[in-house]
C-alpha cells in the first residue's frame, strides 16, 4: 500500500511540474537564439575569428534580454523578470554554442586535402 501510495504521489507530483511551461519565456528563448545566431553569423563572415563571433553574439542575446527586462521591468510594470532575462541569455547561448561547434569544420577538412594531395 505505501509503495503504490509513493508511486501515486510521484507520478502526480511529475505531471504537475511538466505543467510550468510558459509560452513567453519559449519566445524570449527563441528570440535570443535568433538574435545570436544572425550576429554569430556576421561577425564570423567579417573576422573568421570563432571565439569573438561567439562571445560578441552570446554578448548580443544577453543584452538584449537585459535591455527588455529593464524597460519591462522599470518603465512599464515595476518589475523585472529574471526568467525571462535568463530564457533569453540561454537561447542566445544554446545558438553561440551550436554554431561554434559548426563552424570551420569545412576548411579544415579542405586544408587536410590539400596537404594530401601535396604530400602526394
Excluded: P
Amino acid at each position: 500500500m505505501k509503495f503504490t501510495f509513493t508511486l501515486l504521489t510521484l507520478s502526480f507530483l511529475n505531471l504537475g511540474l511538466s505543467q510550468v511551461t510558459l509560452e513567453d519565456e519559449g519566445l524570449h528563448f527563441a528570440t535570443g537564439a535568433i538574435l545570436s545566431g544572425a550576429t554569430y553569423s556576421l561577425v564570423y563572415a567579417k573576422t573568421k575569428n570563432k571565439k569573438k563571433a561567439f562571445w560578441y553574439s552570446l554578448g548580443i542575446s544577453s543584452l538584449a534580454g537585459l535591455s527588455k527586462e529593464i524597460y519591462d521591468g522599470f518603465i512599464i510594470s515595476g518589475k523585472f523578470d529574471t526568467g525571462e532575462f535568463v530564457a533569453t541569455a540561454l537561447g542566445g547561448l544554446t545558438a553561440s554554442y551550436t554554431f561554434n561547434i559548426f563552424t570551420g569544420k569545412q576548411k579544415k577538412k579542405r586544408e587536410e586535402r590539400e596537404l594530401v594531395a601535396f604530400i602526394q
